[in-house]
């Protein structure tokens, strides 16, 4: 966790109490679902700034946590431990696909995986067939290896990507994939691609 304390007005921001009417109003446009709905209204982290109003130098969160997981601090300051994590390249965005330049991000969030196994019969691997990941603007290839097996690691939780499996002589498969959780599309027979009728002459 890791915002300015230069001031409530640039780290956090409030809802206007005239806004709060239709609760789908704030929900649709919360692309990182940080927004609740409280007994009466929205509600979202203040970073406390109530707390820090008064002098307080870290939210009650950060001071309460028992295991130090929360780290707040002043992204002025070039030494203090948060502007040295943030610089780090360490840190990510929570959905950084919408691009809200955040002021909180976050240490190792969890990854997931696409994963199958590509065969050309019933008892024979496809060994080296090549196994292409698009989506998000990228593209991956992978190659299987003597036991048919690909992966792709380090992937965003709840990305749309496309599969492409393919083998010399075989007809390629692709599939739509999307990645609630980690996705295995178990094992993949390829068919043998329709020989093509010779011309008579
Ligand atoms: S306690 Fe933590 S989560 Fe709650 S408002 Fe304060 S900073 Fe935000």
Not at 51 to 60: A, G, S, T, V
Not at 116 to 126: I, K, M, Q, W, Y
Not at 138 to 146: E, G, H, S
Not at 176 to 185: H, Q, W
Request: glycine share 8%; charged share 30%; net charge positive.
């Amino acid at each position: 966790m890791a915002p300015s304390t230069r001031g409530r007005m640039e780290s956090s921001s409030s809802i206007r109490k005239s806004r709060w009417t239709e609760r789908d109003t704030f929900f649709l446009p919360s692309p990182g679902h940080l927004l609740e709905f409280g007994e009466e209204h929205p509600q979202k982290c203040t970073l406390c700034a109530h707390l820090l109003d008064q002098r307080w130098k870290e939210p009650r969160c950060v001071e309460a946590c028992p295991t130090g997981a929360l780290l707040f601090g002043d992204l002025d300051d070039p030494e203090s431990e948060l502007t040295k994590l943030w610089n780090s390249g360490r840190l990510e965005a929570f959905h950084p696909e919408f691009e809200l330049k955040p002021r909180v991000k976050y240490l190792a969030i969890p990854k997931r995986f696409i994963a199958g196994a590509v065969f050309l019969s019933r008892d024979e691997c496809a060994e080296d067939a090549k196994v292409t990941l698009t989506g998000r603007g990228k593209k991956q290839t992978v190659r299987t290896n003597n036991f048919g097996d690909f992966e792709f690691e380090g992937l965003g939780e709840g990305q749309a990507f496309t599969v492409k499996v393919e083998y010399p002589g075989y007809t390629s498969q692709s599939f739509d994939v999307r990645t609630k959780t980690d996705v295995y599309l178990g094992e993949i027979l390829l068919k043998r691609e329709p020989k093509k009728k010779s011309k008579k002459r």
